[in-house]
């Protein structure tokens, strides 16, 4: 059975930095693209970042040179590093695994930038 667990989300001032983690099993972590997506109220749900295996990230415009994502293969878990968190920032932040056939997903934490 598929698992991805969130967390490390919260409620944070504007300026701030936060880091998600999201803790994999049942999949095999190392062949999956591994990213993070996000929704906020209202809106569909966009990715944020993505990770191949041994890759560079790839980010959204709105986030480049602020989030930073990276993975560790021997502990099954994938980061994302968060800096200069602005109130547009705020949603909840799905960590998602693809293996090129089947999309899993966890589900969800919250982020919320608020002064």
């Known amino acids: 059975q598929v698992q991805l667990v969130e967390s490390g989300g919260g409620l944070v001032q504007p300026g701030s930095s936060l880091r998600l983690s999201c803790a994999a099993s049942?999949?095999?972590?190392?062949?999956?693209?591994m990213g993070w997506y996000r929704q906020a109220p209202g809106k569909q749900r966009e990715l944020v970042a993505k990770?191949?295996?041994?890759?560079?990230?790839i980010y959204a415009d709105s986030v480049k040179g602020r989030f930073t994502i990276s993975r560790d293969n021997a502990k099954n878990t994938v980061y994302l590093q968060m800096s200069s968190l602005r109130p547009e920032d705020t949603a909840v932040y799905y960590c998602?695994?693809?293996?090129?056939?089947?999309?899993?997903w966890g589900q969800g934490t919250q982020v919320t930038v608020a002064s």
């Open positions: 998602n695994s693809w293996d090129g056939l089947n999309n899993y």
């Open positions: 049942g999949i095999i972590f190392n062949s999956n693209v």
């Open positions: 990770m191949y295996s041994g890759g560079s990230g």
